[in-house]
């Protein structure tokens, strides 16, 4: 009886989450695009938000798992409903479904659950599999562009796309649902306390970039800023759009899955010192290749930050704070996370790309939730909006 109470309640939350967002969806859309957009796109909106609001959380992805028993047949019914809903909204506003790339989608959406559901692993031990299935499913995502996103609304969407939003619950799905990963917290949860630490951890992370980037001259402050209601409403529906868009996807993949599986792994050792060494042995060459590939003066400066975010990991960890493995598993991610940003083509923001993983990374920590590493991640990045800056990439 608790059991289905905790349930019923989980799912009203979902709800109550989404239909918020389904009403900013309406509010912010209607100033952009047509309401017959907009009344087509807000039934998959609101399906697909409503599963992801509700699917992460514990007494879901656990009341599934009881009921699909492991059976293959029922667990690819879910990749199977989004690759409907994926092409069903494309083939309802007249797009070709099958143009270019997007046959891909099929084999993205169904392949990490097909994975686990074979495997059918019922250990909590983080193994190659669980890093192998993570790489195979994310570098396509991430490297191959799909012809059709099917955005929210279409072909104009600021709330992100129906894509993106089936990768992101495709991925909640096969890891915590089916591999019964711990600690993803995909799903929103408010906490007083999760959000003061989210909003202190901004303003000391912004406070540090700020010194280091104005004195190399990477920050400027910016003459354009005029603190009126249009700049405002522009810098909401940014700051939304960079939540929605880039940053629940963002964190989902290295902090949510990366960063929780690396801090699983490296405790499941017997001392954190071999993943530690290996990290940096690997991590130091790869930062220097970046930075002495990037136009521009201070190669040196991505391998001076992995040099110093490991040194503090090694503080942390011979104190140690926390369990065994979480900062040197933070140390790893935050560097990864830095040194994917070289597309920027500058050497300073992707030294500082590495600081700002450390911060996501340090409040996933501390709330063991993407929403508040995603916020963190919203804040910084419209952080320029806010205090009215210039980045020089």
Not at 88 to 116: H, K
Not at 119 to 147: E, G, H, R, Y
Not at 237 to 250: G, N
Request: proline share 4%; hydrophobic share 55%; with cysteine.
């Amino acid at each position: 009886m608790a059991y289905q109470s905790s349930l019923k309640r989980a799912l009203i939350t979902g709800g109550i989450y989404t239909l918020l967002l389904s009403m900013l969806f309406i509010l912010i859309a209607s100033t952009y695009s047509t309401a017959s957009a907009i009344f087509l796109a807000l039934p998959f909106f609101v399906i697909l938000y409503f599963i992801f609001f509700t699917l992460g959380r514990p007494q879901v992805s656990g009341w599934l798992r009881e009921r699909m028993q492991g059976d293959i047949r029922y667990i690819m019914l879910f990749p199977l409903l989004l690759i409907v809903l994926y092409y069903g909204y494309i083939i309802l506003n007249g797009d070709n479904p099958f143009m270019g790339t997007v046959f891909l989608v099929p084999y993205l959406l169904f392949f990490p659950v097909l994975v686990f559901a074979v495997k059918n692993s019922k250990s909590p031990q983080i193994n190659w599999v669980d890093f192998l299935t993570f790489v195979l499913f994310f570098f396509p995502v991430t490297l191959v562009k799909i012809n059709i996103d099917a955005d929210l609304p279409y072909k104009s969407g600021t709330f992100d796309s129906v894509y993106r939003i089936a990768v992101m619950l495709t991925a909640i799905f096969a890891f915590v649902t089916v591999r019964n990963l711990e600690d993803a917290g995909c799903y929103p949860v408010f906490r007083w306390k999760y959000l003061f630490t989210t909003l202190w951890v901004w303003i000391a992370f912004y406070l540090f970039v700020f010194a280091i980037g104005y004195g190399v001259d990477f920050i400027r402050l910016s003459a354009d800023r005029q603190l009126n209601y249009p700049y405002i409403e522009k810098t909401g529906i940014r700051f939304i759009a960079i939540f929605l868009h880039t940053a629940l996807f963002e964190e989902l993949v290295f902090r949510g899955l990366l960063q929780n599986m690396l801090g699983k792994r490296i405790g499941q050792a017997a001392s954190w010192k071999a993943g530690w060494r290996w990290g940096l042995i690997i991590l130091i060459p790869v930062a220097l290749l970046a930075g002495y590939t990037l136009k521009g003066g201070m190669h040196w400066f991505p391998a001076l930050i992995t040099i110093l975010l490991f040194g503090v990991a090694y503080g942390l960890e011979k104190k140690p704070v926390g369990r065994m493995g979480d900062y040197t598993a933070l140390a790893i991610t935050s560097v990864i996370f830095g040194l994917v940003h070289y597309h920027s083509g500058s050497i300073i923001f992707t030294g500082l790309a590495c600081i700002g993983g450390w911060a996501y990374g340090y409040v996933y920590l501390k709330t063991k939730n993407v929403f508040y590493c995603a916020l963190l991640h919203a804040l910084v990045n419209t952080s320029p909006l806010i205090f009215g800056l210039e980045l020089a990439k």
